[in-house]
């Protein structure tokens, strides 16, 4: 069991309209874990969390593909930021399939990640990441772009 599978029943439970159950799950995957993944996140098929989840958040509302693999302590979130009218605008990342997300990134803001993306650890994405890129950095830059043969191995899996 890990941070993801309770997050799957509390998102269930959420999508169903079903009463206390989302925040049940929600509130023992704090206890069990430290991670707050909010019931109404969509995180795809076969995506993992390194270590169980530990430390990780991922705010309500963001949509994670399949295949994903998230390293332990990072965040997936929106934050407020000044429009141009003077109001905050508020949004949450859409990370596109077979993304690596290395450990202690954060993904801030309505931004999208591009399909076979890999994030480094520590990275802190604030603008949209191109498909095949390898991102690092504080805020983030693309490093590279991989190329065909690159992009489709399999990203590292953690153990």
Known sequence: MNAVSLHRVAHW???HRVPLLP?????LTV????SAIEPGAQIGRGSYCAHAGLGIVIGDGSVIGSDVIIGQGC???G?????????????????????YIGPGARIL???RVG??????????????VPPYA???????RVIRIMGAEEASADPPRPD
Do not use: K
């Not at 399909?115 to 949209?128: E, L």
């Not at 390898?134 to 983030?140: E, K, L, Q, W, Y």
């Open 13 to 15: 439970a959420h999508v």
């Open 23 to 27: 925040t049940v799950f929600y509130r």
């Open 31 to 34: 206890l069990m874990f430290g």
């Open 75 to 77: 965040t997936v979130g």
């Open 79 to 99: 934050r407020g930021r000044p429009d141009s009218a003077g109001g905050l605008r508020h949004g949450m990342p859409v990370i596109g399939n077979g993304v």
């Open 109 to 111: 803001g309505p931004i």
């Open 115 to 128: 399909r076979q993306a890999v994030i480094g650890a520590n990275a802190v994405v604030i603008t949209d």
């Open 134 to 140: 390898v991102m690092g950095g504080v805020p983030a």
